[in-house]
């Protein structure tokens, strides 16, 4: 019904930045909030940044004043904008979404998630 796809990952050294760009298709209504989650090596997965459909945004306090989260509404698109990589954000980073889906009538709001995207930073 809902697929996301990620893309933008990719090796880059220390100090470096990527973009992430997750897009969103399918029998969408509305999405509601948007955000990019990690999971290191040995690692859970951890949130690093939301976005609501207004535009408010949350951090991870490790990531703040290096990532930028925005989201374009008319493509169903949300980025991830990386600066100032440090090895310790590698991971695979996924994008999640709540959507609403209409259904015979009704608003039918479930998480999808995407593939995930590989970001390595190392020199």
């Known amino acids: 019904q809902v697929q996301l796809v990620e893309s933008g990952g990719g090796l880059v050294q220390p100090g470096g930045s990527l973009r992430l760009s997750c897009a969103a298709s399918?029998?969408?209504?509305?999405?509601?909030?948007m955000g990019w989650y990690r999971q290191g090596p040995g690692k859970q997965r951890e949130l690093v940044a939301t976005i609501t459909s207004a535009g408010t945004t949350n951090y991870q306090d490790s990531v703040k004043d290096r990532f930028t989260i925005s989201r374009d509404n008319a493509k169903n698109t949300v980025y991830l904008q990386m600066n100032n990589l440090k090895p310790e954000d590698t991971a695979v980073y996924y994008c999640?979404?709540?959507?609403?889906?209409?259904?015979?009538?009704?608003?039918?709001?479930?998480?999808?998630w995407g593939q995930g995207t590989q970001v390595t930073v190392s020199s």
């Open positions: 399918g029998m969408i209504f509305r999405i509601y909030d």
């Open positions: 999640n979404a709540d959507v609403g889906v209409l259904r015979i009538g009704i608003i039918a709001r479930n998480d999808y």
